[in-house]
């Protein structure tokens, strides 16, 4: 199975400044097609998870631009540029180039 | 609009089949690389995909879960379904049923169905 760990975030973060969440796969996610299959999920607190960032960079629909996803085969950042109250919850990292499709741990996010 | 949501039969006991549905519309099972998956989260704990199946009825599970589990669908009345068989205290979680796109992304989400098991 490809597992995939994330970093933690130096909680709580000030409203308005930019944070990077890493994850690293223990397998390259470059298929042959040129596509990084890594995705980003957020859970606000309350809520099922809901996707952010899929192709390791994008967006998906109705996702904020303060939202970016960079990295390499097997390690991957998530961006947000300033943050706001709405952000806060739990990242994840999801592998969904094969089965069993796994996760990371998860990040917290805590506005200050 | 995409919308799904689990419905399941909220507490059993250790060692019964656990039955979970996932009814959905916005979106046809049978077109072509659609699939539904099952992802669950015990309480404060992270996300664990469990089992997805896909328009042409190709099926992936979760090999941690060895032989325990099972999924179909019903195309025809929108809906997916999951079984667990001999379940114990550590299926206690929310059950989670997405819409995944060509197996490697889950672009929308149901609420969630919380399924306890006690003796």
């Known amino acids: 199975d490809i597992v995939m760990t994330q970093g933690a975030l130096p909680n709580p973060v000030p409203s308005g400044e930019s944070v990077s969440i890493t994850c690293r796969s223990s397998?390259?996610?470059?298929?042959?097609?040129?596509?990084?299959?890594l995705n980003w999920y957020l859970q606000r607190p309350g809520q099922s998870p809901q996707l952010l960032i899929y192709w390791m960079s994008t967006r998906a629909s109705g996702v904020s631009d303060r939202f970016s996803g960079s990295g390499s085969g097997t390690d991957f950042t998530l961006k947000i540029s300033g943050v706001e109250a709405e952000d806060v919850g739990v990242y994840y990292c999801?592998?969904?180039?094969?089965?069993?499709?796994?996760f990371g741990g998860g990040t917290k996010l805590e506005l200050k | 609009q995409v919308t799904l949501k689990e419905s399941g039969p909220g507490i059993l006991q250790p060692s019964q089949t656990l039955s979970l549905t996932c009814s959905f519309s916005g979106f046809s099972l049978s077109t072509s690389g659609i699939c539904v998956s099952w992802i669950r989260q015990p309480s404060g704990k992270g996300l664990e995909w469990l089992a997805t199946?896909?328009?042409?009825?190709?099926?992936g599970y979760n090999p941690s879960l060895k032989n325990r589990l099972t999924i179909s669908k019903d195309t025809s009345n929108n809906q997916a379904f999951l079984k667990i068989t001999s379940v114990d205290t550590a299926d206690t979680a929310i059950y989670y049923c997405?819409?995944?796109?060509?197996?490697?992304?889950?672009?929308?989400w149901g609420q969630g169905v919380m399924v306890t098991v006690s003796s």
């Open positions: 999801q592998q969904g180039l094969e089965f069993p499709r796994t």
């Open positions: 199946i896909c328009w042409e009825d190709s099926k």
């Open positions: 397998k390259s996610l470059l298929y042959s097609d040129g596509k990084t299959y």
């Open positions: 997405a819409r995944t796109r060509i197996t490697t992304r889950d672009d929308y």
